[in-house]
């Protein structure tokens, strides 16, 4: 049953642990701590521009900008919190499968309100 | 009941494991159950053969009972204004039906036999989560309970399967029958989640060494597609039942057309969870007949791979065509022509499918035993049932057929000939698999040829009287709007209920079929190979042994089990098969390399306590909050419990403790 | 979640037995059971939200006579707990990668931290609700009403489910009563743990900041 005996593959964490078995993750193996905390920085930075329109209109740059945050949020996190970057694939392909779903019959069903009808 | 290594004096052994816990400090307040014996070992077993048992009982009893809605239906539709049922009651009796045969006969008779058969074609002992298993198990058990004892509680749901909003909410549909369908669906929702979960890791992760994705059955093929179309459809179908629960339990707003609601949101929840729900309900039956055939023909299943991604591209497709069911909601030009076109591509990868069985079956020398009759009769029906859906995919002729009797034959054509003659293929071909007696073959078909008379003559008349024009869900057809002549409406519903009957007289063949090999033990013992198959689930003994295999093998083809008995031989004709090992060799030689050490997973509390908390938070939910909150305390409990609990029993568990050393083991 | 989080795979690692012959030892892809039960799950609750905010997104602007958004949001409020939630994601992986170096003391403060954060994201999220009802906004009052409550009440239901799991898990630290493998565990709640922030990172942005 076994191809490999690794139990789970290793991530930027696990370095210590298991060796060899890491993957190849450049300056991030070295201090993932630090990776950490840099990401939660640009974050929180982020969040303070989404934050700024509340007081700043950007005009019809508005929502876009806002999206355009958001997904960059959405993919930090993803990547680098949940390890999607240094992890086997199947996980993300099991995960992306979702997110795909959703978007894609969530939007049609928006969609099909705003302009199908019309 | 699990097969435990058991330790040979509790002490010695427990010192030699050191960082599990020793008995001073087990986890828990209870003591495992572990007994082999009684009810006990069914009810908190979490071994997959056995819940795959229980799923297919409990299924086929709710079978019976959506039957018998079945019947009665047909029974008030036999004559011109008819009053065997009321208005409210026949409403009602289409709901559960529909309801029933669903989600508690063909969702979880699927379930019944993944959970036995897909760990047995893959060689793997277990599932990946055994305790899970056996939580959906008891999920559905509870759910469909639930959900039946609204008939005694003021009246089951009466809007029909798909429960349209705003026509099922308070004003409509004043009874609590609706607030049981939503929980009752929601908890048995839970059931086939924890299900899909469980069996996608099985699949990908427990496959018997050299078992590549490529070497897979192509049930377990079939399953893993479907399980992948559950797990992304039924959240959706959780959001809309949450919300249509929130509105008739707490005043939300959601399909209040008077504030504003669209009415469409419903529609649109509902069939992104209801068209992929149709491929979850055939594509397992597709997988048994993709077994049955090739057995039965003496060839390997014409283009494998093909039939593998035709099953997921359906399954794909089948994520983006659900507005089909609204062509006659008004949901404008553009979307009903994208949708109209999404539909008819799903024939493609079927007529791929229909291809692949008939080319299977050509040349093949073909053995016409039950099993192999209902996949047969699965290919004709489904076929019929499939065309019929085409005409539905044209939008400007569904406008004519929606909500008619035409859509009612179409869906029992694919449902009843398709999806249920599989499982009745499953029946035949694997019950001396599961329960070592073969069934009688001359009564199978009888079986067989009753059911598929009566199926034709019940859904048959169906298109007809559907383009007539007579409504679906119609209570009564009143004398002077039959007409006459061939397409008199009068005389095709006499025929349909006269069908139904031959129908109901098939299915009661099979439990005497069933009695009489069982109960009154005229059944013959099934031989190892009782059909000369192909795939791994027969390369143990019948009943399988509790932990499956002796030893894992270790594969290389496709058909394994066919190519470890039959050799390639050269002769004067050129290259023969030709049967060099007998199933009882393979057998022998499997128990002779045994593995040493197995472990199986210990039965459990936990997971019939968490599911029974589970229902008495839908009643409490319905009646009392008093009784919700005891019903949500039960659940923390028994997940709190489950959690501290290892999957393996104590050895103090044991009683007597460790008696005979290595007994369970020897015996079997 | 912690449901799961209980697997034989992982008891046969600690049992002490594992002579790595087949059976219910290794697994086909080398990867763990439970993390990929995790994402899937994970995968599946995509579609839940997604249902969610669709709803709400559709029902956004129907507020009939009732107060409207505009009229309600509190932006820099929200914001700051939007900020806490975020950074509960930070202590959090700290955690997961204290956990995999197998320090449990560190694990456990980390965790403490997590679920502290939190906290502090519910309690606003229960005065924001409060003030809300005040403002005169009931569940029953309109579609728009309807669907936000349902919306971020889910996901608060969510983080406090997290938040259970959290203080669960740092009490099974401290006693050593974690069956299996106890980096694992904290790595697969926190895989659940972020998942909760990214569908709030969604939410706050198209149900706070754009405007209806």
């Keep these: 049953m076994t191809e490999t005996a690794i139990e789970h593959t290793a991530h930027p964490a696990d370095h210590d642990a298991h060796g060899a078995a890491g993957h190849d993750t450049g300056a991030h193996q070295h201090h993932p701590d630090l990776t950490y905390v840099k990401v939660a920085g640009v974050l929180a930075v982020l969040t303070a521009l989404e934050t700024a329109t509340y007081w700043v209109d950007l005009g019809s740059f508005h929502t876009p900008f806002l999206l355009i945050m958001m997904v960059t949020k959405f993919v930090l996190v993803l990547l680098f919190f949940m390890h999607l970057k240094f992890d086997n694939k199947l996980f993300g392909v099991l995960f992306y499968m979702g997110l795909g779903l959703t978007l894609m019959v969530y939007l049609a069903v928006l969609f099909s309100y705003r302009f199908f009808t019309r | 009941m699990a097969i435990i290594e058991r330790p040979s004096t509790t002490p010695a052994v427990a010192g030699s494991a050191p960082s599990f816990v020793g008995p001073a400090d087990a986890y828990g307040a209870f003591r495992r159950p572990v007994t082999s014996r009684g009810w006990r070992s069914w009810v908190f077993t979490v071994d997959h053969k056995k819940l795959g048992i229980m799923y297919g009982v409990v299924a086929f009893c709710f079978f019976l009972v959506g039957g018998l809605e079945a019947l009665l239906i047909r029974t008030q539709l036999a004559a011109p204004d008819n ?586 | 979640m912690s449901d799961i989080a209980a697997h034989p795979e992982v008891i046969h690692a600690v049992d002490g037995h594992d002579d790595g012959h087949a059976g219910s030892h290794g697994t086909s892809t080398g990867l763990s059971n439970n993390k990929l039960a995790m994402w899937l799950f994970l995968g599946s609750e995509c579609l839940l939200f997604g249902g969610l905010i669709s709803t709400y997104m559709l029902y956004r602007g129907r507020n009939g006579t009732g107060p409207g958004p505009d009229a309600l949001w509190d932006i820099p409020l929200t914001s700051i707990s939007s900020f806490v939630l975020l950074m509960s994601s930070l202590t959090m992986v700290l955690a997961v990668s204290h956990a995999h170096q197998g320090n449990d003391r560190k694990t456990q403060i980390w965790l403490s931290v997590t679920a502290l954060l939190g906290a502090t994201f519910v309690g606003a999220q229960v005065y924001e609700f409060t003030s809300f009802y005040h403002e005169g906004l009931g569940y029953t009052t309109s579609l728009f009403s309807s669907s936000f409550y349902t919306l971020t009440g889910f996901h608060g239901v969510h983080v406090s489910v997290g938040i259970i799991m959290l203080m669960a898990l740092v009490a099974m630290i401290g006693k050593d009563k974690i069956p299996g493998n106890k980096a694992e565990s904290v790595e697969l709640i926190g895989l659940y743990w972020h998942f909760v922030d990214v569908v709030w990172i969604v939410i706050f942005t198209l149900v706070y900041l754009i405007p209806a």
């Design chain 2, 83 to 668: 009053t065997v049922l009321s208005a409210g009651t026949y409403n009602q009796m289409f709901t559960m039906h529909a309801t029933t045969m669903i989600f508690l006969f063909v969702m979880p008779m699927v379930s019944g036999f993944a959970n036995y058969m897909v760990p047995l074609q893959i060689g793997a002992r277990d599932v990946a989560f055994p305790r899970l298993n056996a939580f959906g198990f008891w999920c559905f058990l509870v759910g469909g309970i639930f959900l039946n004892t609204s008939w005694f509680l003021g009246g089951a749901a009466d809007g029909g399967w798909f429960m349209y909003q705003p026509n099922a909410s308070h004003l409509f549909s004043p009874s609590h029958g609706v607030d049981y369908w939503a929980l009752g669906v929601q908890i048995t929702g839970i059931a086939s989640l924890t299900g899909a979960i469980n069996l996608i890791v099985t699949i990908i992760n427990m496959r018997a060494p050299g078992m590549t994705m490529w070497k897979m059955p192509i049930f377990t093929w079939m399953v893993l597609v479907v399980q992948f179309l559950l797990v992304f459809s039924l959240p959706v179908i959780t959001v809309a039942l949450f919300l249509l629960t929130f509105s008739r339990v707490f005043g939300g707003q959601f399909f209040n057309v008077q504030a504003g609601a669209d009415p469409l949101l419903w529609q649109h929840l509902f069939w992104i969870f209801g068209h992929p729900e149709v491929y979850i309900l055939i594509l397992p039956s597709f997988g048994i007949v993709s077994e049955v055939l090739p057995v039965f023909s003496r060839k390997p299943l014409f283009g494998y791979k093909f039939v593998a991604f035709s099953g997921a591209a359906i399954g794909f497709v089948g994520f983006g065509v659900w507005a089909h069911h609204m062509f006659a909601s008004g949901l404008g030009p553009l979307s009903v022509a994208v949708f109209s076109v999404g539909t008819m591509m799903i024939a493609i990868p079927t007529g791929v499918k229909i291809i692949n069985w008939t080319l299977t079956m050509w040349g093949g020398k073909l053995r016409f035993t039950t099993a192999m009759l209902f996949a047969i009769g699965l290919v004709i029906e489904f076929t019929i049932g499939g065309l019929s859906g085409v005409t539905h995919a044209v939008s400007p002729s569904d406008t004519q057929q929606t909500d008619t009797y035409y859509i009612v034959a179409h869906f029992h054509y694919v449902l009843f000939g398709g999806a249920i003659f599989g499982l009745f293929a499953g029946f035949y071909y694997w019950w001396p698999k599961i329960f070592g007696k073969l069934l009688n073959e001359r009564i199978g078909k009888w079986n067989f040829w009753l059911m598929v008379i009566g199926m034709n003559l019940t859904f048959g008349p169906m298109h007809m009287i559907g383009l007539q024009g007579q409504p679906r869900r119609m209570v009564v057809w009143p004398q002077n709007l039959t007409g006459d002549g061939l397409f008199n409406l009068g005389f095709w519903n006499k025929v349909a209920t006269v069908g139904s009957y031959i129908l109901g007289l098939g299915v009661l063949t099979f439990v005497w079929n069933v009695t009489r090999t069982h109960l009154l033990r005229k059944g013959e013992v099934a031989p190892l190979d009782p059909w000369d198959a192909r795939t791994l689930e027969w390369m143990t003994s019948n009943p399988p042994k509790e932990h499956n295999f002796d030893a894992i093998p270790t594969v290389h083809e496709v058909d394994e089990f066919f190519h470890r008995k039959y050799e390639e031989v050269e002769t004067d004709h050129g290259v023969r098969l030709v049967k060099t090992r007998s199933a009882e060799e393979i057998l022998a030689d499997q128990e002779a390399h045994a593995d040493a050490h197995i472990h199986m997973p210990s039965p459990s509390y936990w997971p019939v306590v968490l599911a029974v908390g589970l229902v008495i938070v839908a009643y409490g939910v319905i009646y009392s909050v008093l009784l919700a909150v005891v019903g949500a305390l039960i659940t923390l409990g028994a997940s709190f419990a489950w959690a501290l609990e290892p999957s393996t029993a104590d050895p103090s568990d044991f009683d007597p403790p460790a008696g005979t050393p290595g007994k369970e083991l020897a015996n079997v």
